[in-house]
């Protein structure tokens, strides 16, 4: 039996309120500071789970010219994680990885057809990539999208419950903001007051993995094998407590495109 992961509308909303203050590859959805993107959801509200999360983890790469990759772990002191790892944590107790709770559900992004202002349909936006013969294969452009519930998903965890399932509609999603300030403003698509109908996605969701089985891929001891090289204290610090002393935190004049790559895999 796969791994039980915490799930539920009335979780989102819960943790919402309590925020006063502040396969081997899977595409992330994510918006940067004035990205507006249409999506639609493959998740329903009710089953996206809440899961602990160490984001950003930078793992040596020499295929990147900065010599570094950032990925996305499972923490295994996440409830569904616990039995197999005793409450242990590599990240958490040797790395000294800060992990995050956050929300997480599939979703495919959609390019709107326009006449106008106004949009009279919807397509699946693909990616095409070229296999080492040569041939281009096209992809369906689905992935992960990882965020809070406060200022995203209480959103829509509110939409289920009084209106109904927020896969039946696409949504157009903007970021304004871009640290602290972050808001995201969700619409529903619509074509004056029609709203406009998705596109057939069936045959697409016959090969997009379950967000459970994704999950458990990225809590496996395949993918935490890439941990066991990390130095204590070499990962730095994006969340609310700060360390100084780590290596490879920029500042001065770097700190501008610091903050750069910060956005743009933010999400990861």
């Known amino acids: 039996m796969g791994k039980q992961f915490r799930k539920g509308t009335d979780l989102i909303k819960q943790s919402a309120e309590n925020k006063g203050g502040k396969r081997k590859f899977t595409r992330n959805i994510y918006w940067k500071p004035g990205d507006v993107k249409t999506i639609a959801f493959l998740t329903a509200a009710e089953e996206i789970p809440k899961v602990r999360l160490h984001q950003m983890v930078r793992i040596p790469d020499d295929r990147f010219e900065s010599g570094i990759r950032y990925e996305t772990f499972l923490c295994k002191k996440d409830p569904s994680m616990s039995d197999e790892s005793g409450g242990e944590c590599e990240l958490c107790d040797r790395v000294e990885h800060d992990a995050v709770e956050r929300f997480v559900a599939l979703a495919v992004e959609l ?3 326009k006449e106008g202002k106004r949009v009279t349909g919807l397509e699946v936006m693909h990616d095409t990539v070229t296999k080492d013969d040569g041939e281009e294969v096209k ?3 689905w992935g992960i999208i990882i965020q809070a519930s406060k200022n995203f998903f209480s959103y829509f965890a ?3 419950e009084s209106q109904g399932d927020i896969r039946e509609v ?3 999603i903007e970021r304004e903001g871009g640290s602290t300030d972050t808001k995201y403003h969700q619409y529903i698509v619509t074509n004056g007051p029609r709203v406009v109908e998705l596109p057939d ?3 697409m969701m016959e090969n997009i993995p379950a967000l459970e089985d994704l999950l458990e891929e990225m809590g496996s001891e395949e993918k935490y094998a890439q941990v066991a090289e990390l130095d204590p204290g ?4 994006f969340g609310g407590n700060k360390k100084p002393e780590l290596a490879g935190v920029p500042s001065g004049d770097r700190a501008d495109k610091f903050a750069e790559i910060r956005q ?5």
């Not at 070499?234 to 610090?237: K, N």
């Not at 743009?264 to 990861?268: L, R, T, W």
């Open 201 to 203: 996605l069936s045959e």
């Open 264 to 268: 743009v895999i933010e999400g990861y």
């Open 111 to 113: 390019e709107p057809i």
């Open 170 to 172: 696409a949504w157009t």
């Open 234 to 237: 070499s990962q730095p610090s």
């Open 139 to 141: 992809y369906p452009r």
């Open 158 to 160: 509110a939409y289920a």
